[in-house]
């Protein structure tokens, strides 16, 4: 079946520099990948989305890229400001088109 | 902006009591999904609908049952509330495309 996976549950950093948070995905359809924030007692909310392969797409400062070679949706910013703080949830859709599958979240703390 | 009005926002129920939890949507979309959250499991799906009177089973729909009387309005229903039902519960909206998910503040059970 589709599944997506997050491996990192927690990441503090400090402010000013580079994250990267990984997800991977298994499926055997063409897949829709998506990233959603999570901001502390908030709904979850689109951050970007892509099912387009080898193509970047940004918003808000974040970016990510789309792999279909190594089945992999990698969220990224350069800078991370401590308003980033929030759980990042990596989904697919893949064999059910109208349903997302949410990975297990990682928590981004950053500090001073 | 999509509206997804959730309630009650927060509940305390007893073991083996019954819960219902409400979605309202304006979005007028098809779609209407109820996602569990818990500490490390991320977002798991329960039942989705993307019709009034039918409804559809996600990943956990053990213990849960869903109903949509109408295209804006989608319950779950904890027959028999368990301990291990307590959780935040998510309801989200989408058009037919499901490219973007509309979610609702959310609901804090608690089941004691």
């Known amino acids: 079946g589709d599944s997506v996976t997050q491996t990192e549950g927690l990441v503090t950093l400090t402010k000013g520099l580079p994250v990267m948070l990984n997800c991977t995905y298994q499926t055997t359809y063409s897949p829709f990948l998506f990233w959603y924030v999570q901001h502390l007692n908030e709904a979850p909310k689109l951050l970007l989305k892509?099912?387009?392969?080898?193509k970047r797409t940004e918003h808000q400062g974040f970016y990510a890229t789309l792999h279909k070679s190594s089945s992999s949706f990698h969220l990224q910013k350069s800078s991370v400001q401590l308003s980033d703080s929030a759980l990042y949830f990596c989904?697919?859709?893949?064999?059910?088109?109208?349903?997302?599958?949410f990975g297990s979240g990682t928590k981004l703390t950053v500090e001073p | 902006e999509a509206a997804v009005t959730q309630s009650p926002r927060s509940k305390v129920a007893v073991t083996g009591g019954k819960v219902t939890l409400s979605c309202h949507q304006t979005?007028?979309?098809?779609?209407m999904y109820w996602y569990r959250q818990d500490t490390g499991h991320g977002l798991r799906l329960i039942h989705y609908?993307?019709?009034?009177?039918?409804?559809e089973k996600g990943d956990i729909p053990d213990g849960y049952k869903a109903s949509r009387p109408s295209q804006e309005n989608f319950s779950l229903i904890l027959e028999l509330a368990s301990l291990s039902q307590t959780a935040v519960y998510f309801c989200a909206s989408s058009d037919v495309w499901g490219n973007t998910l509309y979610f609702g503040a959310g609901t804090r059970l608690s089941v004691l």
């Open positions: 892509s099912s387009t392969d080898n």
């Open positions: 979005n007028n979309h098809d779609y």
């Open positions: 609908s993307y019709v009034a009177d039918s409804t």
């Open positions: 989904a697919l859709k893949g064999s059910n088109y109208n349903v997302l599958y």
